[in-house]
């Protein structure tokens, strides 16, 4: 059995997060499994990871810590030399600075990239040529997510994982959908849903003002926002300015996704950037109509009917938009996301042909 290091869970059960528990669900434990390294002081899903025999490292947060950083996970793979493959599941070139150690130590890199842009432009360009120097082997979830973390010189390198999912699990279900709006109260509603992390990258202003606009057309609408951030805050107090905040249920974070998706009528992701979203991935599971900014990679209409909204124009004609979607049919698009590899029972394989090319 093979044991890879993975270096990227946090507190926040976002893309990246959702993406690995899946791997590490899906992945013969006798073959290989992950251990976990993070510098935050918690992660989500710590107990399902300890029920898999993982381990769960922790290391000094990067900035002010940088040495310490350094030092305890140069310990660390000191003391393991099992892990001879370290797994980075980054968002911005910046994590180079960590990935400097295992280098150093002769360890071999993966290096995924989950993101299109990042507002730290600055600190990724200064990196980037380290991570390309550091990293064996690149892979990404998108070719936007390829081209901006690696550059269009590498592209021919890249190898192009799909953000995989257990497509049954988000399947459409009526009963799933009467049980869930009624536990809400929600049943006469009309729903948008969004899911993601209250953060400047997925202009929650913009989201805000959009549904206005879509309660001013249809007053019985209710936004479900689902999700936690450092601008929770500021948010449930923009709600309040603007009148709307009866109209939205802050859900926090939430582990029945699945459940929410089925209760909703339309998702919405309005962002300012994304690498290939696994929430616009699991809405197209579940059959429900997408509106997403044209600033997401077109790889995310897997299905053909994700519709793209660019964000130069008025919240009011996103809300005509949104609103056109309202008598859609929920039409199972599994078939479609399993020809197109996304989902969990053939993308394993992905993973063991990944690390076969490290015993060659």
């Not at 130590?105 to 842009?117: E, P």
Request: charged share 25%; hydrophobic share 40%; with cysteine.
């Amino acid at each position: 059995m093979k044991r890879i290091l993975v270096y990227g869970m946090t507190n926040n059960p976002g893309g990246i997060e959702t993406y690995l528990m899946n791997i590490l669900r899906s992945l013969d434990k006798d073959r290989i499994t992950f251990d976990f390294v993070t510098d935050f002081p918690e992660i989500v899903y710590k107990e399902e990871i300890l029920s898999y025999n993982s381990k769960v490292f922790y290391i000094p947060p990067k900035g002010k810590k940088l040495f310490k950083h350094w030092t305890k996970l140069w310990r660390i793979l000191r003391e393991h030399p099992e892990y001879r493959i370290v797994y980075f599941n980054i968002l911005d070139a910046g994590a180079a600075v960590t990935m400097l150690i295992p280098w150093m130590l002769k360890r071999r890199i993966i290096v995924h990239s989950h993101n299109g842009s990042t507002d730290k432009l600055r600190l990724h360009n200064y990196c980037r040529p380290l991570l390309n120097l550091f990293a064996d082997k690149f892979v990404a979830c998108s070719q936007l997510a390829a081209s901006f973390m690696f550059g269009d010189n590498k592209k021919d390198e890249v190898l192009i994982v799909p953000n995989a999912i257990d497509i049954e699990q988000y399947k459409f279900n009526q009963h799933k959908r009467i049980r869930t709006r009624n536990l809400l109260n929600i049943s006469g509603q009309f729903v948008v849903c969004h899911i993601g992390r209250i953060s400047e990258q997925k202009n929650p202003y913009g989201l805000l003002k959009i549904f206005k606009e879509v309660l001013v057309r249809k007053p019985d609408s209710l936004l479900l926002y689902i999700g936690s951030g450092e601008l929770e805050k500021e948010i449930h107090e923009y709600a309040v300015n603007i009148g709307i905040k009866d109209k939205i249920y802050f859900m926090g974070k939430r582990k029945d996704i699945p459940e929410l998706l089925c209760a909703s009528d339309v998702f919405l992701l309005p962002s300012f950037y994304e690498g290939l979203p696994i929430v616009g991935i699991e809405a197209q599971a579940s059959a429900l109509p997408c509106i997403l900014s044209d600033t997401i990679s077109k790889e995310i209409d897997i299905t053909g009917d994700v519709i793209f909204c660019s964000l130069n124009k008025s919240p009011g004609e996103w809300a005509n938009v949104i609103l056109n979607c309202q008598n859609a049919k929920r039409i199972s698009n599994i078939n479609k996301l399993q020809e197109r590899g996304y989902s969990l029972k053939e993308h394993s394989e992905t993973y063991y042909k990944l690390l076969q090319f490290f015993d060659t």
